[in-house]
């Protein structure tokens, strides 16, 4: 799996995701992030890197880091 494939499922599944009350999401695609703001006022920051390849498989592994602020602070 390429990571491109990855970012645009990943937003999908936000974007789907009718349960976590959503209310934003921000993607900058140069820098393989997310912001997602939350009705609550959270805002979380969501960070994508392609760690491992399978050769055999051409399946990669994703990594996401978690960044979460309290209040709506917009960068």
Same mark, same amino acid.
């Given at each position: 799996? #390429?990571?491109?494939?990855?970012?645009?499922?990943?937003? #999908?599944?936000?974007?789907?995701?009718?349960?976590?009350?959503?209310?934003?999401?921000?993607?900058?695609?140069?820098?393989?992030?997310?912001?997602?703001?939350?009705?609550?006022?959270?805002?979380?920051?969501?960070?994508?890197?392609?760690?491992?390849?399978?050769?055999?498989?051409?399946?990669?592994?994703?990594?996401?880091?978690?960044?979460?602020?309290?209040?709506?602070?917009?960068?």
């Amino acid at each position: 799996m #390429e990571l491109n494939y990855f970012k645009d499922k990943m937003f #999908e599944l936000l974007n789907d995701a009718d349960n976590m009350a959503i209310r934003d999401i921000e993607v900058n695609d140069r820098k393989n992030q997310f912001r997602v703001e939350l009705a609550d006022g959270s805002v979380f920051a969501l960070e994508c890197s392609q760690l491992k390849s399978s050769p055999k498989m051409n399946v990669g592994i994703g990594r996401m880091r978690i960044c979460w602020m309290m209040g709506g602070d917009k960068r």
